[in-house]
């Protein structure tokens, strides 16, 4: 095994072709989060953007995109903004994770949304949950119909909510590909009065995520497209949403909406219509992405698994890592209390904040 650590811009044609070939074999690689392009963006964004090239007698067998963090404490591309990550391999090739990441000289991996049905992960697992899909395979008016049947009082809101609007507008539209600097402002501007006012860490307080989203924006290839998205009311913009889409996938990542037309949820309304521009344009879902929100299991059809976990190979780091790893499995393995509760919500905590300020 040959184990190269690479700029994923510095990547040579035939690894981009076998990147694509790669994701292009296994319908779990659908998301934008699994092109080579949203890695390239990502080292637009961060420095320490790379990508683990591994071989096996001079054929490239696979592909890991990171952040290697400070001292090489290495998360999934986005850090804690990735809502999936994984291995990008050729399909059947079983990868021993830790021995790659040895090679690499990295001495921990922690990953949170990686795909459970990918075995190297299986082992380090320490969680799993799901991300919520919306099912556009057979079309938008099949994915309507199947929540209807499944969903019949959240889609009546919805139709009240179209109803209300038509009613309190003169026109409205939606705009698939919206790329005025307003758009992106608003759609921050009202992330950041969220999060202060629901106490959570505003992610737009640290450099890198502003610059990875204006990367994503002006970034668009066969394979990969950024998107700004907005529902506008009487010609002002009363919803936002920014991600990005595959040929195959659209990853709904940043919505955000204008709170004195909360009476017609345009949050809502956008979703739904980004759905029947998805549809139209061939795409076979909308990730969600994983999280406890009531609207995500309204218009979702399916989820799919995701794991939490880490790799830690022989270091000082290493045994950091493992240390905090036993303490909070001892207070989870005691009847639950409010301390075992508190332990466990600060270590996840402490993680998700390190991933942010760790570029």
């Given at each position: 095994?040959q184990?190269?650590?690479?700029?994923?811009?510095?990547?040579?044609?035939?690894?981009?072709?076998?990147?694509?070939?790669?994701?292009?074999?296994d319908p779990a690689?659908?998301?934008?989060?699994?092109?080579?392009e949203?890695a390239?963006?990502?080292?637009?964004?961060?420095?320490d953007?790379?990508v683990?090239?591994?071989?096996?007698?001079?054929?490239?067998?696979?592909?890991?995109?990171?952040?290697?963090?400070h001292?090489?404490?290495?998360?999934?591309?986005a850090?804690?903004?990735?809502?999936?990550?994984?291995?990008?391999?050729?399909?059947?090739?079983?990868?021993?994770?830790?021995?790659?990441?040895?090679?690499?000289?990295?001495?921990?991996?922690?990953?949170?949304?990686?795909?459970?049905?990918?075995?190297?992960?299986?082992?380090?697992?320490?969680?799993?949950q799901?991300?919520?899909?919306?099912?556009?395979?057979?079309?938008f008016?099949?994915?309507?119909?199947?929540?209807?049947?499944?969903?019949?009082?959240?889609?009546?809101?919805?139709?009240?909510?179209?109803?209300?609007?038509?009613?309190?507008?003169?026109?409205?539209?939606?705009?698939?590909?919206?790329?005025?600097?307003?758009?992106?402002?608003?759609?921050?501007?009202?992330?950041?009065?969220?999060?202060?006012?629901?106490?959570?860490?505003?992610?737009?307080s640290?450099?890198?995520?502003?610059?990875?989203?204006?990367?994503?924006?002006?970034?668009?290839?066969d394979?990969f497209?950024?998107?700004?998205?907005?529902?506008?009311?009487?010609?002002?913009?009363?919803?936002?949403?920014?991600?990005?889409?595959?040929?195959?996938?659209?990853?709904?990542?940043?919505?955000a909406?204008?709170?004195?037309?909360?009476?017609?949820?345009p949050?809502?309304?956008?979703?739904?219509?980004?759905?029947?521009?998805?549809?139209?344009?061939?795409?076979?879902?909308?990730?969600?992405?994983?999280?406890?929100?009531?609207?995500?299991?309204?218009?979702s059809?399916?989820?799919i698994g995701?794991?939490?976990?880490?790799?830690?190979?022989?270091?000082?780091?290493?045994?950091?890592?493992?240390?905090?790893?036993?303490?909070?499995?001892?207070?989870?393995?005691?009847?639950?209390?409010?301390l075992?509760?508190?332990?466990?919500?600060?270590?996840?905590?402490?993680?998700?904040?390190?991933?942010?300020?760790?570029?």
């Amino acid at each position: 095994m040959q184990i190269e650590l690479k700029k994923p811009s510095t990547l040579s044609d035939a690894e981009r072709q076998a990147w694509r070939a790669f994701t292009d074999a296994d319908p779990a690689m659908g998301s934008p989060y699994f092109t080579h392009e949203f890695a390239e963006c990502c080292e637009e964004a961060r420095d320490d953007t790379r990508v683990i090239v591994a071989r096996e007698k001079g054929v490239i067998k696979g592909f890991l995109p990171l952040q290697t963090g400070h001292f090489g404490y290495a998360r999934p591309l986005a850090g804690p903004l990735g809502d999936v990550q994984g291995l990008i391999a050729e399909p059947g090739y079983l990868v021993d994770l830790a021995a790659w990441l040895k090679a690499a000289h990295i001495p921990v991996f922690e990953f949170h949304a990686a795909l459970s049905s990918q075995a190297a992960f299986a082992s380090h697992a320490l969680a799993r949950q799901g991300s919520w899909m919306v099912d556009l395979t057979d079309g938008f008016d099949a994915w309507y119909a199947q929540r209807q049947a499944v969903e019949a009082k959240a889609m009546r809101n919805v139709r009240t909510r179209y109803n209300r609007l038509e009613k309190i507008a003169t026109e409205y539209s939606f705009v698939m590909a919206d790329n005025r600097p307003e758009a992106l402002e608003a759609m921050i501007g009202w992330k950041r009065a969220q999060y202060n006012e629901t106490g959570v860490f505003d992610v737009f307080s640290v450099r890198w995520t502003r610059r990875l989203l204006e990367a994503v924006l002006k970034r668009e290839s066969d394979e990969f497209s950024g998107m700004c998205s907005t529902l506008q009311i009487d010609g002002k913009i009363a919803a936002v949403h920014v991600g990005m889409s595959s040929r195959r996938q659209c990853q709904f990542w940043f919505p955000a909406f204008d709170r004195d037309y909360n009476q017609v949820s345009p949050g809502l309304l956008m979703l739904v219509e980004t759905a029947k521009t998805c549809a139209g344009m061939g795409m076979s879902a909308i990730e969600l992405g994983p999280g406890d929100f009531r609207f995500k299991k309204e218009m979702s059809s399916y989820q799919i698994g995701i794991a939490s976990g880490f790799v830690a190979n022989p270091s000082i780091m290493g045994m950091v890592r493992q240390s905090s790893a036993a303490l909070t499995r001892s207070f989870e393995g005691k009847p639950e209390t409010a301390l075992s509760r508190l332990t466990g919500k600060a270590m996840r905590k402490i993680d998700r904040l390190a991933g942010f300020y760790a570029a």
